[in-house]
């Protein structure tokens, strides 16, 4: 498995910090979010990055390595960004956005307030559009840059003419109705009954996978597109459901019960533009680029 290179800022915080805890302090995040995102970068490598010992943690031969890595990395980056500083107003243009609303909500608004302090000559135009309209949109050129989903199990690369930029994963949740025994596994949803996500979803590619993972072919009622539509369905008694973690701003959604279990994946967000023999215009990589780091301060553990 390749190691997402987000995790290695919190490895690099933990080695400048001295620890977990004032790594998450440096961070402005919660231990657990760090510790988790430690773990996942061991079982990415295949190696323990982090000794724990009872006077703290100190780096493994293989967290030196990814820790100077996560350095080399993070000098670039520094010079990237003093790079497009330099371009100052020379950075202007419209950049059209197609999106959905809970990618809308937790990364293209929250970074439309920094892509104007930081670009002013930059007009940024956000239109809220289901994945498949916004792809015919990208393709005809009426938007510049949209926002896709795909479950994580599916890793389809770009057409031709057009580059992905990884955004964000985002765990799977299942909402029960309030009352209803929440499973404790993964196994006891075999006999479930699910209100179901319109075909072609991720929402709809998660179920099917899961299904599989299980061996059974789930009851089905009802579908949605709309993850507002799942939560009405779902506090109505009708069945249980899989929800990206973005579209529940809370664990506590009334008439419902969002469950955490492990084996439901997660759910991927991507940043389309069109590619051609030259990079993609300044406004758009600003765009891009600030629209990353937004995403990279979610807390999704």
Same mark, same amino acid.
């Given at each position: 498995?390749? &190691?997402?290179?987000? #995790?290695?800022?919190?490895?690099?915080?933990?080695?400048?910090?001295?620890?977990?805890?004032?790594?998450?302090?440096?961070? !402005?995040?919660?231990?657990?979010?760090?510790?988790?995102?430690?773990? #996942?970068?061991?079982?990415?490598?295949?190696?323990?990055?982090?000794?724990?010992?009872?006077?703290?943690? &100190?780096?493994?031969?293989?967290?030196?390595?990814?820790?100077?890595?996560?350095? #080399?990395?993070?000098?670039?980056? *520094?010079?990237? !960004?003093?790079?497009?500083?330099?371009?100052?107003?020379?950075?202007?243009?419209?950049?059209?956005? +197609?999106?959905?609303?809970?990618?809308?909500?937790?990364?293209?608004?929250?970074?439309?307030?920094?892509?104007?302090?930081? %670009?002013?000559?930059?007009?940024?135009?956000?239109?809220? !559009?289901?994945?498949?309209?916004?792809?015919?949109?990208?393709?005809?050129?009426? /938007?510049?840059?949209?926002?896709?989903?795909?479950?994580?199990?599916?890793?389809?690369?770009?057409?031709?003419?057009?580059?992905?930029?990884?955004?964000?994963?985002?765990?799977?949740?299942?909402?029960?109705?309030?009352? %209803?025994?929440?499973?404790?596994?993964?196994?006891?949803?075999?006999?479930?009954?699910?209100?179901?996500?319109?075909?072609?979803?991720?929402?709809?590619? @998660?179920?099917?996978?899961?299904?599989? &993972?299980? +061996? &059974?072919?789930?009851?089905?009622?009802?579908?949605? %597109?709309?993850?507002?539509?799942?939560?009405?369905? /779902?506090?109505?008694?009708?069945?249980?459901?899989?929800?990206?973690?973005?579209?529940?701003? @809370?664990?506590?959604?009334?008439?419902?019960?969002?469950?955490?279990?492990?084996?439901?994946?997660?759910?991927?967000?991507?940043?389309? !533009?069109?590619?051609?023999?030259?990079?993609?215009?300044?406004?758009?990589?600003?765009? *891009?680029?600030?629209?990353?780091?937004?995403?990279?301060?979610?807390?999704?553990?």
């Amino acid at each position: 498995m390749p &190691t997402d290179p987000r #995790r290695l800022s919190f490895l690099l915080a933990v080695h400048r910090a001295g620890g977990v805890l004032a790594a998450a302090e440096l961070l !402005h995040v919660t231990p657990s979010a760090v510790s988790q995102q430690i773990a #996942r970068l061991e079982a990415e490598e295949g190696f323990p990055v982090l000794d724990r010992g009872p006077r703290g943690v &100190t780096l493994t031969p293989a967290g030196r390595v990814l820790a100077e890595a996560a350095e #080399r990395i993070e000098a670039e980056l *520094v010079e990237a !960004h003093q790079a497009i500083a330099a371009l100052g107003e020379g950075v202007s243009g419209t950049v059209k956005i +197609g999106s959905f609303q809970t990618a809308i909500r937790a990364v293209v608004a929250p970074a439309l307030g920094e892509l104007a302090e930081r %670009y002013p000559a930059v007009e940024i135009s956000v239109m809220e !559009h289901e994945p498949a309209e916004a792809l015919r949109m990208l393709r005809a050129g009426d /938007v510049d840059l949209v926002v896709l989903e795909r479950d994580s199990d599916v890793d389809a690369p770009a057409p031709r003419g057009s580059h992905d930029v990884p955004l964000l994963d985002e765990p799977w949740r299942l909402i029960v109705p309030a009352g %209803y025994p929440a499973p404790e596994r993964v196994d006891d949803l075999a006999d479930a009954t699910f209100v179901a996500g319109e075909p072609g979803t991720a929402s709809d590619r @998660a179920l099917q996978r899961l299904a599989r &993972t299980l +061996g &059974t072919t789930f009851t089905t009622r009802h579908s949605f %597109y709309d993850f507002d539509t799942a939560i009405a369905l /779902v506090a109505a008694g009708q069945g249980v459901a899989m929800l990206p973690a973005l579209a529940l701003e @809370a664990d506590s959604v009334d008439g419902v019960q969002v469950v955490r279990l492990a084996g439901l994946g997660s759910r991927r967000l991507m940043l389309r !533009h069109r590619a051609t023999r030259h990079e993609p215009s300044p406004a758009v990589r600003a765009v *891009v680029d600030t629209m990353v780091e937004i995403a990279q301060r979610l807390e999704l553990a």
